[in-house]
């Protein structure tokens, strides 16, 4: 067994692309770090000029978790702080558990700094909220059954049923299922944004409506590397404005006053 706390593994969230997004702590872990594996296809590789000149980097792209694992012990019986680099937020589809997992049964310190995920870029690149009152209160996270499945009672048409907002990562390589799916539950003229590397600066916006969609995203391109909004928050609700900020509404700091 390793000896407890010799070294230690950090998960770092890198955020959706945009250097800038990444947090001031991923930022100061990065620069003292003595190794870092990073997602090679995914991690902006600008980010990786934070890092010490001369560490050993690893790109995970071509690696399998027992590679991973390899290298991430290897570092820590050397005393080392190992950074293992996730794009957008570690905890979303960045398969963390698996590698977590083996470092506690060997008695590794370890610890995860969260990071902005891409869907919260996407939502702030076509500029909407996903939770406005007396729209929607609830934000689904998601993605279409692939190669990898998905438990049936989370299939994107029993999601769709709830009419909430939706994020779907990992699935615009199949949008004419995603759209399929979705219709079971959204109305056809439901709004639809597709983004693709949010905060990138290739970064690429397609706006339509569940009839429109699959169509203008074939014309576009796009294929990976793209978030799929879905619901009524992406229209326009001009005048809708929430209770914490009504003058009549009364709260903990302030006394609401009757028009």
């Known amino acids: 067994m390793v000896e407890r706390n010799k070294g230690q593994v950090i998960f770092v969230g890198a955020g959706p692309g945009d250097p800038e997004l990444l947090t001031l702590k991923g930022k ?4 003292t770090a003595d190794r870092v ?7 902006n590789p600008v980010i990786l000029n934070y890092c010490r000149e001369g560490i050993p980097l ?7 978790l027992e590679d991973t694992l390899r290298i991430m012990i290897e570092g820590v019986e050397h005393g080392e702080t190992v950074v293992r680099l996730h794009t957008g937020d570690p905890s979303v589809y960045g398969a963390i558990q698996e590698q977590m997992e083996p470092l ?6 370890y ?3 969260p990071g902005v995920s891409s869907v919260f870029a996407a939502a702030a690149s076509v500029k909407r909220e996903f939770t406005l009152p007396e729209v929607s209160q609830t934000v689904i996270l998601t993605r279409l059954a692939g190669r990898t499945p998905v ?6 048409a029993e999601l769709a049923k709830h009419q909430a907002s939706m994020a779907i990562f990992l699935s615009v390589q199949d949008m004419s299922r995603v759209v399929q799916e979705l219709l079971t539950g959204y109305a056809p003229e439901t709004p639809v944004a597709v983004v693709y590397r949010a905060s990138w600066e290739d970064e690429q916006k397609v706006i339509g409506t569940l009839a429109t969609i699959e169509e203008k995203v074939k014309q576009a ?6 978030q799929i909004l879905v619901g009524d928050f992406l229209n326009s609700h001009q005048g809708l404005r ?16 009757k028009s």
Request: charged share 25%; net charge negative; glycine share 10%.
């Open 28 to 31: 100061r872990v990065l620069e």
């Open 104 to 109: 506690e049964q060997r008695g590794i310190s």
């Open 37 to 43: 594996i990073y997602a090679g296809s995914l991690v």
């Open 58 to 64: 690893y790109d995970s792209a071509g690696l399998t």
């Open 151 to 156: 438990p049936e009672k989370e299939s994107l």
């Open 242 to 257: 929430s209770k914490l900020y009504d003058p009549e509404f009364s709260h903990e700091y302030r006394l609401g006053q």
């Open 111 to 113: 610890s995860v700094i």
């Open 221 to 226: 391109g796009i294929r990976k590397q793209a």
